[in-house]
């Protein structure tokens, strides 16, 4: 049954390199995790709680709407590409201007869909905070009380949404302008069919990012956001507010304005209001963490 193959689905994220939380990913950042915080980081309470078992309701849901609603729409990012090419053709004429070593071609292409995806993802990330009716939806991310990986998947479907559109059509219009000006055929440079840089990233615990174990990158976070630096977004205080917004690369915050180092903050929970959190609760989930 659909509804059955739904609800089982989420477990085949173990399973797939593509997958934040793929077995792989997730290995790397708990050894990382077991240095930092040792047999803290065990503690049940910890990674199953009422925040937690909402993140696995909203990923099942939103499993249910991206089969319904997106998959038939990312089955076309080709033809897209290939609609983007078209256009270029009628307005500049003929392209195909170089022909290089297909290593380099693969690379760069690979490279420059990295940073086109991870400027964008900033872009439409600044824009859930800075406007009203976005934010609406936005909040549902931002109002976990505890994070884990799977606090990933805790967002609204119109956010889901705007991001599979996102990703779609830059990869439509980067793929398009690379078949306009290269007269190489396109393939992206990939470990397990993920985009190498997407790969390293998330080798490099980035499912610390969702979680309470503070691991900051030191100087290296001027240029790369660190999960201390995403628990600095999430964090109640005030002072920590719209900093932060980057994916995996700092400069595009560093350019806005609100770019904020972790080696001199401390976070003592996650969450929308102070107001209605229980601190002395907090404050015990993260003793021993940090």
């Not at 090419?85 to 307005?91: A, E, T």
């Not at 830059?170 to 190498?196: H, R, S």
Request: aromatic content about 16%.
């Amino acid at each position: 049954m659909d509804w059955i193959e739904t609800v089982i689905s989420p477990l085949t994220f173990l399973i797939s390199p593509d997958k934040r939380v793929y077995w792989l990913y997730l290995l790397s950042s708990g050894l990382i995790a077991y240095w930092i915080a040792g047999n803290q980081l065990f503690r049940f309470k910890l990674w199953f709680n009422a925040s937690s078992f909402v993140d696995v309701s909203w990923l099942i849901i939103n499993q249910w709407l991206f089969k319904l609603l997106l998959v038939p729409m990312m089955a076309l990012q080709i033809s897209y590409a290939l609609s983007v090419n078209q256009v270029l053709i009628g307005v500049f004429g003929i392209g195909n201007y170089w022909q290089l070593d297909p290593f380099w071609v693969m690379f760069l292409f690979t490279f420059c869909l990295f940073i086109a995806q991870d400027l964008f993802k900033f872009l439409v990330h600044f824009m859930m905070h800075k406007i009203p009716l976005l934010w609406r939806f936005h909040a549902v991310h931002h109002s976990a009380t505890s994070m884990t990986p799977l606090t990933l998947y805790r967002i609204h479907p119109v956010e889901m949404c705007l991001n599979a559109v996102r990703s779609l059509f830059i990869g439509a219009i980067v793929t398009g302008l690379f078949l306009y000006l290269f007269k190489n055929k396109l393939a992206i440079t990939q470990i397990m069919g993920v985009n190498v840089f997407i790969f390293v990233f998330n080798m490099c615990a980035s499912n610390l990012r969702h979680s309470p174990v503070w691991l900051g990158f030191s100087k290296l976070e001027h240029l790369f956001i660190s999960p201390a630096q995403h628990q600095i977004h999430h964090s109640l205080d005030r002072k920590h507010f719209n900093k932060n917004f980057g994916s995996a690369l700092a400069i595009w915050d560093k350019l806005f304005k609100c770019h904020l180092l972790s080696n001199t903050q401390q976070v003592h929970g996650f969450g929308l209001d102070k107001s209605t959190i229980n601190r002395n609760t907090i404050k015990q989930q993260w003793s021993g963490i940090r």
